[in-house]
């Protein structure tokens, strides 16, 4: 058990320094130091990082810790959905926005259902570095909202059929996409328990292109997620050849957040270069600001 554990830790700082090295053009001597020394520096972002269980202080000390800046993203949308922290109004945004202010994190938010933009005006949303949000909630047989990793949603969404539900699972991504001013696309390819034995036999070449596409199309970047470890290498690799921009996520609560062990493995797997890596817009170009909704 030891060994495994301090074997995983020496393929994350390898990792971590060999991306380093690919996201430090031309090096400072203080990189190339770094490097030699197999130390993380702060090349690496994870954007997908909650403060429900901890301090944003606490988050801030793990992050210098770990050499990885984070990007929070406090649940947003209306009051129906369910979270420990969800922001849902104007106000709410401002307060939340001025406890990170100064602070070395990005803003960000993991928006709700689909209607997560009518609780903000955009002058608000803008002040964010960027959004992000994923396709697990997902309409059921009555077009009630559905957590679909809940132990409910069995009984709430039909998936007699895995193979229709996948087509349905799909065009909700694609709809997302189309209607909503997001910027980053999280936990992708994710599957209900029942199904992700079977990644491949559900996430086919022509399903993940059209999620690609959407994402080109869009300007919507693609989460590597060390939470889930998704999406797998064929996913990723169609991707890449396509132009979509990827960004890391380990989704965690305290301690959890900045452990990107598979986005940089994968990283390293696909060669990424910070050309590839998503970044937040410059103001005027955020997903809030330059999209119609
Ligand atoms: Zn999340």
């Keep these: 058990m030891t060994i495994a554990i301090s074997r995983r830790r020496f393929l994350s700082r390898a990792a971590t320094a060999s991306l380093a090295a690919a996201f ?6 203080a990189r190339a130091a770094a490097q030699r020394s197999g130390e993380a520096e702060f090349h690496a972002v994870d954007f997908h990082v909650h403060l429900d269980n901890s301090t944003l202080d606490k988050a801030l000390e793990l992050s210098r810790e770990r050499g990885i800046k984070f990007g929070i993203v406090e649940h947003a949308g209306t009051k129906e959905n369910q979270y420990p922290t969800l922001l849902s109004n104007d106000e709410e945004m401002r307060r939340y926005l001025a406890m990170l202010e100064g602070k070395h994190v990005f803003k960000g938010i993991q928006a709700e ?15 964010l570095d960027y959004v992000l949000t994923d396709a697990m909630t997902f309409p059921g047989k009555d077009g009630q909202r559905v957590k679909l990793w809940t132990q409910e949603a069995a009984q709430l969404v039909d998936m007699s059929d895995k193979q229709a539900f996948m087509d349905r699972f799909v065009d909700w991504h694609t709809q997302i996409m189309a209607r909503e001013p997001f910027d980053i696309l999280a936990n992708v390819s994710w599957l209900p328990a029942s199904m ?16 690609i596409n ?3 199309e869009y300007g919507i970047a693609l989460e590597i997620s060390s939470s889930y470890k998704l999406p797998r290498l064929p996913f990723l690799t169609l991707a890449k050849a ?20 598979y986005s940089l493995q994968m990283a390293k797997e696909l060669d990424l270069k910070p050309a590839d890596m998503f970044a937040p817009a410059p103001d005027g170009r955020k997903a809030v600001q330059r999209r119609k909704y």
């Design 214 to 216: 959407a994402a080109l």
């Design 196 to 211: 992700l034995e079977q990644w491949e036999l559900y996430w086919t070449p022509p399903r993940m292109k059209k999620v």
């Design 113 to 127: 259902w689909t209607d997560w933009m009518t609780c903000f005006s955009r002058e608000t949303l803008a002040q």
């Design 242 to 261: 396509a132009g979509v921009k990827f960004s890391f996520g380990s989704n965690g609560r305290y301690p959890n957040m900045g452990k990107l062990d």
């Design 24 to 29: 430090s053009s031309p090096l400072t001597s």
